[in-house]
């Protein structure tokens, strides 16, 4: 963020000072408070990074899980490559895999349903179908409501594991 910062902090020099109007310098007796002017934009300037660096963060940085951690333990569990996770590929367990994926990012991460798409290469209507039907199978197949638990259980040991470190 270090740079972020440093070009925010140039882009608000780059701004005229009050004092100093149609490129003329300013007097010799406006340029102390023309230097407090800009310690007092940098100050301000600064805050506003802080904030903004804190927004997107989010709250909690290390409090909730990723899309890209569940993507990880699914792919463990079931013994498949991420990189299958993001195949357009229909066939076998592989579309069901997915759809667990899906659902555990949204049950379990705080993402919307575009985001958690952008993780999978997905619209947010592919996610919201596959959540869906997890959600309505996961009551009648206790198999899926097995792995699903197992995974779940799997990721919060991995959530207590970093907010310990």
């Avoid at 989010?58 to 569990?77: E, K, M, Q, S, Y």
């Avoid at 049950?107 to 997890?134: K, N, Q």
Wanted: some cysteine.
């Amino acid at each position: 963020m270090d740079a972020f910062r440093q070009s925010m902090l140039r882009a608000q020099m780059g701004k005229p000072l009050p004092g100093d109007m149609q490129g003329r310098s300013p007097k010799a007796a406006d340029r102390a408070s023309d230097m407090v002017t800009i310690g007092a934009r940098f100050a301000a300037l600064d805050r506003k990074l802080d904030t903004l660096i804190k927004m997107l963060k989010g709250p909690g940085t290390n409090h909730h899980l990723l899309p890209a951690d569940v993507r990880h333990v699914v792919a463990l569990f079931f013994g498949v490559s991420e990189e299958d996770l993001d195949r357009n590929v229909r066939v076998g367990d592989m579309a069901r895999i997915r759809q667990i994926a899906f659902y555990l990012c949204r049950t379990r991460t705080p993402r919307s349903l575009t985001e958690i798409g952008r993780a999978f290469g997905r619209d947010h209507t592919t996610i919201r179908h596959g959540v869906r039907r997890i959600a309505k199978l996961r009551k009648t197949d206790i198999p899926l409501d097995d792995d699903l638990r197992k995974l779940e259980t799997q990721l919060t040991e991995m959530l207590a594991r970093r907010m310990a470190a």
